[in-house]
């Protein structure tokens, strides 16, 4: 059967009794519908590819359901079909074979075990987080090379409110189109993620001022000597309602737990140096020369790192106790395992201390604040901190205007007292010969 195919000539289609029922528009060769017998309707495209026997093997490929996509929406796709069946394609056998091709769920699996490694643990736990919250619910059933950057940009969009979560996602998918690539699933330079752009990161900025170190001195002190409650909730709790993991049943005054000393010691330690949690908490006695002053971390965020301990810092290294067999300063429930899990204890120290909101990093920024504040140079701040460049430090410039608007003060009062004669000028006495 053959009719002009438009809108007002679908519409008027009769289903079949049974089977099915083709019509082929007579506007465009090998375009047609075909008309079930529950009433459904479907564009098709019918085409012969060269060279498959003398008349060639017919095919017909299903452009989709009408209503759902219009007449021309459909025609525009068979005419373009059509003319790469001309140039010698054959695109049912393509579209076989993307269906057929590996899948962003298969390929993540290799992935992330070639990451094993290879990346830092951080990195790893990072990309693992997104990878099964974000990007295999969303892209896990694509073939690993239909992904567009419409797609990864989506995805990434969906962040927007989030920027610093939107970014880390824009780097996993970098990274995981550069491995499709690495093992021949995509061409080279057609990573999709690449051109999505990144949102602008604020940078958070939390300092201790000198009275809320003593109240967080005071609280470290009380947890150790006779425990603290926990605190009553987690911030995402409280924005849902909801009891926090970490609340348990209110107890008496006195008759808390007391917290694991070497918790407390990692908190006070990070304060005392500004390291990053991971490197504290993986500090073995033998990276520490007390002769020198210094540690030597074989594996930081930047690469092997030498740090400068104060007197104070070493201190308290020298004063915990040594467990047989353990390699670390702060060791974990198996001695010859690190310490993990400190957010309890932080947690229930910041909440006694009315410092709900301080994250544990910002222990970081707040030794850097300190240095600055008594006129220490970015270089400085860079060095004690780890920093691999002054790029990373650079956030930390504005807290150097304290002491330099204070210094140019002194010198200003000095050169004005010059000017108007109110400065003490020295006596000069000759010289006399002997």
Same mark, same amino acid.
């Given at each position: 059967?053959?009719?002009?195919?438009?809108?007002?000539?679908?519409?008027?289609? $009769?289903?079949?009794?049974?089977?099915?029922?083709?019509?082929?528009?007579?506007?465009?060769?090998?375009?047609?519908?075909?008309?079930?017998?529950?009433?459904?309707?479907?564009?098709?495209?019918?085409?012969?590819?060269?060279?498959?026997?003398?008349?060639?093997?017919?095919?017909?490929?299903?452009?989709?359901?009408?209503?759902?996509?219009?007449?021309?929406?459909?025609?525009?796709?068979?005419?373009?079909?059509?003319?790469?069946?001309? +140039?010698?394609?054959?695109?049912?056998?393509?579209?076989?074979?993307?269906?057929?091709?590996?899948?962003?769920?298969?390929?993540?699996?290799?992935?992330?075990?070639?990451?094993?490694?290879?990346?830092?643990?951080?990195?790893?736990?990072?990309?693992?987080?997104?990878?099964?919250?974000?990007?295999?619910?969303?892209?896990?059933? $694509?073939?690993?090379?239909?992904?567009?950057?419409? +797609?990864?940009?989506?995805?990434?969009?969906?962040?927007?409110?989030?920027?610093?979560?939107?970014?880390?996602?824009?780097?996993?998918?970098?990274?995981?189109?550069?491995?499709?690539?690495?093992?021949?699933?995509?061409?080279?330079?057609?990573?999709?993620?690449?051109?999505?752009?990144?949102?602008?990161?604020?940078?958070?900025?939390?300092?201790?001022?000198?009275?809320?170190?003593?109240?967080?001195?005071?609280?470290?002190?009380?947890?150790?000597?006779?425990?603290?409650?926990?605190?009553?909730?987690?911030?995402?709790?409280?924005?849902?309602?909801?009891?926090?993991? +970490?609340?348990?049943?209110?107890?008496?005054?006195?008759?808390?737990?007391?917290?694991?000393?070497?918790?407390?010691?990692?908190?006070?330690?990070?304060?005392?140096?500004?390291?990053?949690?991971?490197?504290?908490?993986?500090?073995?006695?033998?990276?520490?020369?007390?002769?020198?002053?210094?540690?030597?971390?074989?594996?930081?965020?930047?690469?092997?790192?030498?740090?400068?301990?104060?007197?104070?810092?070493?201190?308290?290294?020298?004063?915990?106790?040594?467990?047989?067999?353990?390699?670390?300063?702060?060791?974990?429930?198996?001695?010859?395992?690190?310490?993990?899990?400190?957010?309890?204890?932080?947690?229930?120290?910041?909440?006694?201390?009315?410092?709900?909101?301080?994250?544990?990093?910002?222990?970081?920024?707040?030794?850097?604040?300190?240095?600055?504040?008594?006129?220490?140079?970015?270089?400085?701040?860079?060095?004690?901190?780890? +920093?691999?460049?002054?790029?990373?430090?650079?956030?930390?410039?504005?807290?150097?205007?304290?002491?330099?608007?204070?210094?140019?003060?002194?010198?200003?009062?000095?050169?004005?007292?010059?000017?108007?004669?109110?400065?003490?000028?020295?006596?000069?006495?000759?010289?006399?010969?002997?």
């Amino acid at each position: 059967m053959q009719a002009k195919l438009t809108k007002r000539a679908l519409d008027a289609l $009769r289903a079949p009794a049974e089977g099915r029922a083709y019509v082929y528009d007579t506007e465009l060769p090998g375009f047609g519908v075909v008309v079930a017998s529950s009433g459904g309707i479907s564009f098709f495209v019918q085409y012969r590819v060269p060279g498959a026997g003398r008349a060639g093997a017919a095919k017909r490929m299903r452009l989709g359901q009408y209503p759902a996509i219009t007449v021309d929406i459909a025609r525009a796709e068979a005419k373009k079909l059509l003319g790469k069946v001309a +140039h010698g394609a054959d695109p049912a056998a393509a579209r076989a074979e993307r269906k057929h091709a590996c899948r962003v769920r298969d390929l993540g699996k290799d992935w992330l075990a070639d990451g094993e490694g290879r990346w830092k643990a951080k990195t790893l736990e990072e990309h693992r987080r997104v990878w099964e919250k974000r990007i295999l619910p969303a892209l896990g059933s $694509r073939a690993v090379a239909d992904v567009t950057t419409a +797609h990864c940009a989506a995805l990434h969009r969906a962040l927007k409110g989030t920027p610093y979560s939107a970014n880390r996602l824009r780097d996993a998918l970098i990274n995981f189109f550069a491995f499709a690539e690495s093992q021949g699933l995509r061409p080279k330079h057609s990573n999709p993620a690449r051109d999505v752009r990144k949102y602008k990161e604020h940078a958070r900025e939390r300092f201790l001022t000198p009275e809320e170190a003593v109240r967080l001195g005071d609280a470290l002190a009380r947890a150790e000597r006779e425990g603290l409650p926990p605190a009553p909730t987690r911030r995402k709790a409280w924005k849902l309602g909801k009891s926090s993991k +970490h609340t348990t049943k209110a107890k008496k005054a006195g008759q808390y737990d007391r917290a694991n000393p070497f918790a407390v010691a990692a908190i006070r330690f990070l304060l005392l140096t500004g390291w990053r949690k991971n490197e504290a908490l993986t500090l073995e006695w033998s990276m520490i020369s007390t002769e020198r002053g210094t540690a030597t971390l074989p594996d930081t965020k930047t690469g092997k790192s030498t740090r400068h301990l104060g007197a104070t810092a070493l201190a308290l290294l020298d004063a915990l106790p040594r467990l047989k067999g353990s390699p670390y300063c702060f060791p974990g429930k198996d001695p010859k395992q690190p310490l993990v899990e400190i957010n309890r204890a932080w947690y229930a120290v910041r909440y006694a201390a009315g410092l709900e909101e301080v994250r544990l990093h910002d222990l970081r920024h707040s030794f850097a604040s300190m240095i600055a504040s008594d006129g220490g140079s970015l270089l400085l701040i860079g060095k004690l901190l780890g +920093h691999k460049s002054l790029r990373s430090t650079e956030r930390y410039s504005h807290l150097l205007d304290d002491p330099v608007k204070a210094t140019a003060d002194v010198a200003a009062g000095k050169i004005a007292s010059l000017l108007d004669g109110s400065a003490p000028t020295t006596k000069v006495l000759p010289f006399k010969s002997a």
